[in-house]
């Protein structure tokens, strides 16, 4: 078949879920055979080459605004797609839904992965959650499939549109790093650290996993991946901590990211807006004994092979996390259920066989 991913940023991945989820996608369907476009945006990396192991890279302008952004790219790779031939046009982000009618039309199979509740987001004005909303109602009437990316997603959108949607999660990656030189270059040692992934935006809440690990008494450090393009204020004051056992890597992907993940003594999740996190899935992938924020989408995927805890609650956060520094025999039983969790259910290989079982009975129908 012959696919396109838009909707993200590009690949390969450099900035978050969605950008990781095309990568790991594209790149797998290639091998089995598919040719396989992914759009990207021309001020997010510099690209030297158009593919990128065997997937056509399609490098397009943009706006870039926080409000316009993503639907000014997806716009131009809509209609570029028309020239192209596409079987199936694979749209990432329920704000780009309106977009989806111009593939349709052409006589393109469209399906769109809407994600989270990005309406939720502090980061949105009044005027972005509206778009955010109307974003979803048009997702249920215009591509040919929804696709949702946990079961908590996948009833949202049955209760409130009355709308069935495929639910396919993202999967994890589990490959040992290559090279440990991030350690080195952070002052880190394996399993001296705890480990928390996501772009640092409130709802994330890097704020309370820092003021729980505050009260910890350790002598492991903290170490905090991520960044975001639109929330400068929230990170300048993340950083006044003046505890200095905490530290701010930036992003970290590729050979530094699976090492981070790999050497971690905990990995902690606040996340509460999205679907299924694949720092998350990473995070058990690699063996981690995982500390999750109690949403319903972490407990789904954390089942039994990691901890909940409601992060509003920093003191017993702090509490939970000293006890596992001390209890370390119970730390090495998660971490045996995290690698058998993401095995049974989230493998990349896995999540690539749903979505190229859907992509060919879109492609028949």
Excluded at 239 to 264: E, M, W
Aim: aromatic residues 12%; proline residues 4%; neutral net charge.
């Amino acid at each position: 078949m012959k696919i396109a991913i838009l909707g993200t940023r590009g690949i390969p991945a450099n900035y978050g879920g969605f950008e990781t989820f095309a990568e790991q996608l594209s790149v797998r369907l290639v091998a089995r055979g598919h040719d396989v476009t992914v759009y990207c945006r021309f001020h997010h990396m510099q690209y030297e080459t158009n593919r990128y192991h065997g997937v056509r890279l399609v490098v397009l302008p943009t706006i870039t605004h926080k409000y316009f952004d993503t639907v000014a790219h997806t716009c131009l790779s809509v209609f570029h797609g028309l020239f192209q031939d596409f079987d199936v046009v694979l749209v990432c982000n329920s704000i780009n839904s309106l977009f989806t009618v111009v593939p349709r039309l052409a006589g393109q199979k469209v399906a769109i992965n809407v994600d989270g509740l990005e309406w939720q987001r502090a980061k949105w004005n009044r005027a972005g959650r509206m778009a955010y909303r109307f974003g979803e109602w048009l997702a249920t009437l215009l591509p040919h499939r929804v696709i949702t990316d946990s079961r908590n997603i996948q009833m949202y959108y049955d209760k409130r549109f009355h709308k069935p949607s495929t639910f396919i999660p993202y999967g994890a990656s589990v490959s040992p790093p290559d090279s440990e030189e991030i350690l080195g270059r952070f002052n880190l040692v394996p399993r001296g650290y705890l480990l928390y992934v996501s772009r640092l935006e409130p709802e994330n809440n890097a704020h309370r996993v820092i003021a729980a690990f505050e009260r910890v008494r350790t002598d492991k450090r903290l170490v905090i991946v991520g960044d975001a393009p639109y929330s400068s204020d929230y990170i300048t004051d993340l950083k006044k901590t003046r505890d200095p056992r905490i530290v701010f890597t930036g992003y970290v992907f590729g050979d530094g990211y699976r090492a981070l993940q790999s050497n971690a003594y905990l990995y902690v999740q606040g996340t509460e807006v999205g679907g299924t996190h694949p720092a998350l899935l990473e995070g058990l992938g690699y063996g981690n004994c995982v500390i999750a924020h109690d949403v319903p989408e972490h407990r789904e995927v954390v089942h039994d092979a990691g901890l909940i805890h409601d992060f509003y609650d920093t003191s017993g956060l702090a509490g939970l996390i000293e006890r596992l520094l001390k209890e370390e025999e119970i730390v090495a039983m998660y971490r045996k259920r995290a690698v058998a969790r993401i095995q049974a259910e989230y493998t990349w290989d896995r999540i690539t066989d749903h979505y190229e079982r859907l992509f060919r009975r879109m492609n028949q129908e």
